[in-house]
Nanobody, 122 residues
Framework: VQLVESGGGLVQPGGSLRLSCVAS????????MTWVRQAPGKELEWVSS???????TLAGSVKGRFTISRDNAKNTVYLQMDSMKPEDTAVYYC?????????????????RGQGTQVTVSS
């Protein structure tokens, strides 16, 4: 089983990035998918989840700027990040579970990736 995140990097404030998380080793379409992030020196923060039917939820801090989506044919979940702010700087993790966990604790999920670094700075 693997969850592999990609798409992180350095972006200027106001810019955009799209993160991808490719899953393997389990039936992706049967899993709720979630993004969690951890800023330097801070606790983990739940960012967004997408249900099996495509319904999405977002943290208030990113609502209106981030969009989560999934492509079951590609076993991939995405996080489109627009109008980015310096406070979005963090390591972003994707996680999977058969139930709706919506927790900031990565250990609450059945599967989780290794993370990808996102830095928002001028």
């Amino acid at each position: 089983v693997q969850l592999v995140e990609s798409g992180g990097g350095l972006v200027q404030p106001g810019g955009s990035l799209r993160l991808s998380c490719v899953a393997s080793g389990f039936t992706f379409s049967n899993y709720y998918m979630t993004w969690v992030r951890q800023a330097p020196g801070k606790e983990l923060e739940w960012v967004s989840s997408i249900y099996l039917n495509g319904y999405t939820t977002l943290a208030g801090s990113v609502k209106g700027r981030f969009t989560i989506s999934r492509d079951n044919a590609k076993n991939t979940v995405y996080l489109q990040m627009d109008s980015m702010k310096p406070e979005d700087t963090a390591v972003y993790y994707c996680a999977a579970d058969t139930g709706l966990v919506a927790s900031r604790q990565l250990t609450a999920y059945t599967y989780r990736g290794q993370g990808t670094q996102v830095t928002v700075s001028s």
